[in-house]
């Protein structure tokens, strides 16, 4: 008795997203968020509540570090559109007289990996400052695109990145119809290992700065970063390096210093869930006669 077997059929698994490529303005951005985020001198208020129909409610509030700098701050609403296929709209009001409204689509009309996110601004005072732009973005097992325009100022912006197993080259071209000229580009290389370290070299600035960073992420409790920016117009270079180091479950230091001097140290804690507080103090040990700058956030959610 002969007993035929079909062939099992294998599908391929789905990409991992840490391996599939970043849009190129995330490309290094682990680097990024470790030598700039909760460095300011400003003091910050953040309020943030969700009601049970899901509307989320927030206040801002910014006072600068110069005395004379008045407060800016702004109060908003971000809430799914009913009957909209996954459009979340969020309404800003402006210290500035200004009103802004984001309309984000993560659904991409049903298309996996795309992203439809449409921007106005309106100044309450005058016309003077509107502003209507939109973009689109679209991530891919190994492409990672977006597109923009901005109405009002007629200006295109694209950007293209291409990725396989960690690998990523990237561009990002901008051009101003008015002035009929290309306003920006420049371009990129990564390798990326999944989650614990990235490594990134730009030519920015129209190719005319070099910049080459570096992230890695040595212990759930530890992390580096540093980056090395150098102009070909003067030959300039800055070296900045930072570390972040989680203290317990509550409390984050985080510790910056650069080429020129500046030193810059960050505490994060946990208040409470959904209150955090951050301490923020930079000086210059080249130039110990500067006054101390100090930054004071408070945020809650």
């Avoid at 990409?15 to 470790?34: C, E, F, R, V």
């Avoid at 992420?217 to 970063?225: D, E, G, I, P």
């Avoid at 984050?252 to 500046?262: E, L, N, P, W, Y």
């Amino acid at each position: 008795r002969l007993v035929l077997l079909r062939p099992t059929r294998t599908t391929r698994p789905p990409p991992s997203n840490a391996t599939m490529p970043a849009l190129y303005s995330d490309i290094g951005k682990t680097a990024k968020k470790i030598l700039s985020d909760d460095f300011f001198s400003e003091t910050k208020v953040t309020v943030k509540s969700k009601s049970k129909s899901g509307v989320t409610y927030s206040f801002g509030a910014t006072q600068p570090a110069a005395a004379d700098a008045p407060i800016s701050g702004d109060i908003g609403l971000k809430l799914k559109l009913p009957h909209s296929k996954g459009t979340t709209a969020n309404l800003k009001l402006l210290t500035a007289s200004v009103a802004t409204l984001e309309l984000t689509n993560d659904a991409g009309l049903g298309l996996p990996g795309l992203k439809l996110v449409a921007n106005l601004k309106a100044p309450v005072a005058s016309a003077a400052g509107a502003g209507a732009a939109a973009r689109v973005e679209y991530v891919h097992d190994v492409v990672a695109l977006k597109g923009g325009v901005d109405a009002l100022k007629r200006v295109l912006d694209a950007s293209a990145v291409a990725g396989y197993k960690g690998v990523s080259v990237g561009a990002d071209v901008a051009f101003d119809a008015k002035k009929n000229a290309l306003a920006k580009y420049e371009f990129c290389a990564a390798f990326s290992d999944g989650g614990e370290a990235e490594s990134v070299v730009a030519l920015i600035d129209k190719l005319d700065k070099i910049k080459a960073s570096y992230s890695h992420k040595l212990s759930a409790t530890f992390s580096v970063a540093a980056s090395i920016l150098y102009s070909r117009k003067d030959a300039s270079k800055l070296l900045t390096m930072a570390a972040k180091i989680a203290v317990d479950n509550t409390t984050t230091v985080k510790a910056r210093i650069d080429s020129t001097g500046a030193l810059a140290a960050a505490y994060i804690h946990d208040v409470s869930p959904g209150t955090t507080i951050v301490l923020s103090a930079a000086t210059n040990v080249a130039a110990p006669q500067k006054v101390m700058k100090v930054g004071l956030s408070l945020a809650i959610e």
